[in-house]
């Protein structure tokens, strides 16, 4: 079975310019989190969705982020405009949750970014 | 409050030891479920184990295993026997949750145990 999906694998971008990471989660898995891997603060959530609807965003850093969920497979996390300190490592991982489920998240190979 | 405390940042041995890595988690709630996952070099986040508050059993798979005590809000991880293989960033999470067992959904990540195992 496919894991969950990420594209790109990295992205080097201008500071000022858009950056749009994508998400396929797992086939029948109802959860989906992005989460933003950097030295200085390790391994923190953003935002997560149960059957495609925002939970939540607390830790969605300010204004230029976004990200949506169209549909059960496909999930976006958008920057604009990039900044420097946005340079991270960003993490999608889905899950089945629900009462007596699993929500074990399972992780896709993350995104590198760089903003110069 | 740090949820969940790896106080080992960096482990080295050499092949073959045996190496416990910590974790040490805080929570209010009753339910709460409790994970390890495994960074290799190559950057992804590979599940290891699920354990529930009320499943006190240490499990056992191959080299591996977990020592959930309530008592001290540990959930240790043994690696017997360590290959080259096992260098990674282990880290270990907690995720709360309701009444009936339902994950809250997010996962509270400690900062990581780095292990390095040398031939």
């Known amino acids: 079975d496919a894991g969950v999906i990420q594209s790109p694998r990295h992205e080097v971008t201008e500071m000022g310019q858009e950056v749009t990471l994508r998400c396929k989660p797992i086939s029948g898995h109802n959860s989906l989190f992005w989460y933003r891997q950097t030295m200085m603060r390790g391994l923190e959530l953003l935002i997560y969705?149960?059957?495609?609807?925002?939970?939540?965003d607390s830790g969605m850093p300010e204004d230029r982020f976004s990200a949506k969920m169209p549909n059960a497979s496909f999930s976006t996390l958008k920057i604009q405009p990039s900044e420097p300190r946005d340079s991270a490592v960003y993490f999608c991982?889905?899950?089945?949750?629900?009462?007596?489920?699993?929500?074990?998240?399972?992780f896709g190979p993350g995104t590198r970014l760089t903003v110069l | 409050a740090q949820k969940v405390t790896q106080a080992q940042t960096e482990i080295s041995v050499v092949e073959k030891e045996d190496v416990t890595l910590d974790c040490v988690y805080e929570?209010?709630?009753?339910?709460?479920?409790l994970f390890w996952y495994k960074q290799p070099p190559s950057g992804e986040l590979v599940f290891l184990i699920r354990r529930n508050s009320f499943d006190e059993q240490n499990e056992i798979s191959g080299r591996y295993s977990w020592n959930f005590q309530k008592s001290t809000s540990s959930f240790n991880f043994t690696i017997t026997a360590s290959q080259v293989v096992d260098s990674a960033v282990y880290f270990c999470?907690?995720?709360?949750?309701?009444?009936?067992?339902?994950?809250?959904?997010?996962?509270?990540f400690g900062r990581g145990t780095q292990l390095t195992v040398w031939p």
């Open positions: 999470a907690l995720s709360e949750a309701d009444d009936r067992g339902s994950t809250l959904g997010r996962l509270y």
């Open positions: 969705f149960n059957n495609n609807v925002p939970i939540d």
């Open positions: 929570t209010r709630d009753t339910t709460y479920y």
């Open positions: 991982a889905s899950s089945v949750r629900g009462y007596r489920k699993s929500d074990t998240q399972y």
